[in-house]
């Protein structure tokens, strides 16, 4: 039985996502899908869902839908403090966990400090059509989800359904950076050799500030001290622009390409953000600082097999006794690193 979900407030941005659109780069058409290829299968994966299928990509918080039928729901990412209001009561939902949500109940994410996304996955996925051979919705040139667009008050997406959860939990193994300053691991770009040692030396040693008109093109960076002499930029024939490539422009400002860029560009790329570190790209909000650092490409390559093998060990089944136990255990030995844990038992114990 299906059900419909209708979206009460849109929110600062929040867009449907599922797998890559692959094999059309060539025609100016980039790959699209969420902007954290690992933390949101996640929410699939809580739901017996595809790890691909299609959820939501919320940004920053205050979105807020209703459910038409009854459905299950799963949070990867970031906790926006998203709230579920059934009658005149309201409970937090916790990320990590799936829940039930019953006709006419209301989900609404408030936003937090701590991260800036999250993924909303429904049981079965979301019903849209492929477009290009995916669902993920790409809006520059308004292919996929609804009309090619993010999400707007008044919209209606129906909600597969044709999954059956088990009691499944996510462990808080693929941990975002959420410090002031977040380092972001590189290797070298297309473009390394052509800058001067002195341009390079300046890319390493200072830290930027993300800019506030960042999106899923890119990541809009500036030097975090004015004072800082920039690199110099240059123009060169485009050629094709890989997912966080790191490109300079004529002004000497860094831009880190993301799943919506342009498939091809003319700016100089000095450096890749390593796919691994895709997870603390899609965190980062305005006015935080980063740092890059290099590293080697078989670094990189481990790396990315370190968070495969993270992803495999994340979600766990669990029984009502398993998750008692543990939370006196929790509560005689303070075990606070897991407080996560404990918090999405007791949710499930209460589901």
């Known amino acids: 039985m299906t ?11 929040s867009v449907i996502q599922g797998n890559q659109r692959i094999g059309f780069k060539s025609f100016g058409v980039p790959e699209s899908g969420p902007l954290d290829p690992f933390t949101s299968t996640l929410a699939n994966l809580l739901l017996e869902n595809k790890p691909f299928a299609p959820l939501l990509e919320i940004t920053q918080g205050s979105l807020e839908f209703m459910s038409h039928g009854d459905t299950y729901i799963a949070i990867s990412g970031a906790d926006l403090n998203a709230v579920l209001f059934r009658g005149c009561n309201s409970n937090k939902i916790s990320v990590g966990t799936s829940i039930k949500l019953q006709d006419g109940d209301r989900v609404k994410f408030n936003g937090s400090n701590n991260g800036f996304r999250c993924w909303c996955a429904f049981c ?57 300053n977040v380092f972001l691991r590189v290797i070298k770009g297309s473009q390394y050799d052509e800058f001067s040692k002195d341009d390079i030396e300046v890319f390493f040693q200072n830290s930027y500030r993300v800019l506030s008109n960042s999106n899923r093109i890119g ?74 650092k290099l590293i080697s490409v078989e670094d990189a390559i481990k790396e990315y097999y370190n968070i495969l093998s993270l992803l495999a060990k994340s979600i766990i089944e669990i029984n009502t006794g398993f998750i008692k136990n543990y939370i006196e255990l929790s509560k005689k030995y303070n075990l606070t690193h897991f407080s996560l844990c404990t918090e999405n038992f007791n949710f499930l114990i209460k589901r």
């Open 124 to 180: 079965g996925g979301i019903k849209v059509p492929p477009i290009l051979s995916s669902t993920s919705t790409l809006e520059t040139s308004n292919l996929g989800g609804i009309f090619g667009r993010s999400l707007l008050k008044g919209d209606i997406f129906e909600v597969v359904n044709d999954t059956q959860p088990r009691n499944k939990i996510l462990l808080p193994l693929l941990n975002f950076d959420n410090n002031k």
């Open 3 to 13: 059900a419909n979900i209708e979206v009460l407030n849109a929110g600062f941005h």
């Open 219 to 292: 990541i809009r960076l500036s030097y975090s001290e004015k004072e800082t002499r920039p690199i110099k930029g240059f123009n060169i024939l485009s050629d094709p622009s890989p997912l966080g490539a790191v490109q300079i422009t004529t002004d000497g400002s860094p831009i880190i390409l993301l799943q919506d860029r342009g498939t091809v560009g003319g700016y100089p790329k000095i450096a890749t953000v390593i796919k691994a570190d895709l997870i603390k790209v899609a965190q980062l909000k305005p006015n935080q600082l980063i740092t890059f």
